[in-house]
Nanobody
């Protein structure tokens, strides 16, 4: 299983970016997919997760601004980020997890930089 994240970049405060994560392998449809981020000097934190059934959960700091979605036909998960703030600056990581078979994979991060 490989996860390839893309879509990061430099954006001004209040702007938008869309991250995508393409997943190889056949377990995407049964996996919970998450986006995490790690800012300089901080621990990695959960941003949003979408279960195999489509239920979503968000960190309080991004509720109402970020939307996670998945396309099981294309094996992709996306994170639409609107109204970006400077504190959203971080490396964003895509995660795949299937708890019942103890599978957990990480993609390489993509850098999001929000400037004033």
């Amino acid at each position: 299983v490989q996860l390839q994240a893309s879509g990061g970049g430099l954006v001004q405060t209040g702007g938008s970016l869309r991250l995508s994560c393409a997943v190889s392998g056949s377990i995407f449809s049964i996996a919970d997919m998450g986006w995490y981020r790690q800012a300089p000097g901080k621990q990695r934190e959960l941003v949003a997760v979408i279960t195999d059934g489509g239920r979503t959960n968000y960190a309080d700091s991004v509720k109402g601004r970020f939307t996670i979605s998945r396309d099981n036909a294309k094996n992709t998960v996306s994170l639409q980020m609107n109204s970006l703030k400077i504190e959203d600056t971080a490396v964003y990581y895509c995660n795949l997890e299937v708890k019942r078979i103890r599978v957990n994979y990480w993609g390489k991060g993509t850098l999001v930089t929000v400037s004033s």
